[in-house]
C-alpha cells in the first residue's frame, strides 16, 4: 500500500497566507445573500465532481448542523434523477455548478438562462463566485491532500 497518497503536503494556510485570507474574503462575499442551505448544495456537489473528500466532508457536515436532511445530502450527487427532493431554484444552482465546474466547454445558454430565471442579477453573480471559490478550495485540498475531518470545524464538535 502507497502511503505517500494519504500523506498531507503543504499547509497552505501558513505557507500562502495572503492567498488564504484573499480566498476567505472572497468566499465570504460570495454566500453573501445566498440561502444557507443552497450554498451547502453548491458546495457538495462541487466537492463530489472535484473528488475531494476533505471539503465533501467539511460541508455535509455542516450541512447536517444546518438541518438538512439524509434524504437530500444522499442524492444530492444524482438530484437529477430525483428532481423532487430539490426546489427548481436549488436544481438550476447544482446544473449552473456542474456547468461551472466540469470542463464541458462552459456554461450553456440553457443553463445560464434557467439560472437567471430563479435568481435576480446580483444573486446570479454571487453564486458563481461560490462556485468559483468552492473549486478553487477543493483544488487547493486536493493538491495539499487534506485529510477529511482534520479540518477546525471538525475539531469543535
Keep these: 500500500m502507497d502511503t505517500t497518497q494519504n500523506t498531507p503536503r503543504v499547509e497552505f494556510a501558513k505557507a500562502a497566507p495572503k492567498a488564504f485570507r484573499a480566498l476567505i474574503g472572497f468566499d465570504a462575499a460570495a454566500r453573501e445573500g445566498l440561502d444557507p442551505a443552497?450554498?451547502?448544495l453548491v458546495q457538495i456537489r462541487a466537492?463530489?465532481?472535484n473528488g475531494c473528500a476533505y471539503c465533501l466532508h467539511m460541508h455535509t457536515s455542516d450541512a447536517r448542523k444546518a438541518g438538512e436532511s439524509e434524504e437530500r445530502l444522499h442524492l444530492v450527487g444524482l438530484w437529477r434523477e430525483a428532481p423532487h427532493f430539490y426546489t427548481?431554484?436549488?436544481q438550476a444552482a447544482l446544473a449552473l455548478t456542474e456547468a461551472v465546474t466540469v470542463p464541458s466547454g462552459g456554461v450553456?445558454?440553457?443553463v445560464y438562462t434557467r439560472a437567471a430565471e430563479h435568481f435576480e442579477e446580483e444573486e446570479?453573480?454571487?453564486l458563481?463566485?461560490?462556485i468559483t471559490t468552492i473549486n478553487t478550495w477543493n483544488r487547493i485540498a486536493v493538491a495539499t491532500r487534506r485529510t477529511p475531518g482534520t479540518d477546525q470545524r471538525a475539531n469543535s464538535r
Design 38 to 40: 443552497l450554498v451547502e
Design 47 to 49: 466537492s463530489l465532481l
Design 88 to 90: 427548481p431554484r436549488e
Design 108 to 110: 450553456s445558454d440553457e
Design 124 to 126: 446570479l453573480a454571487r
Design 128 to 130: 458563481i463566485a461560490l
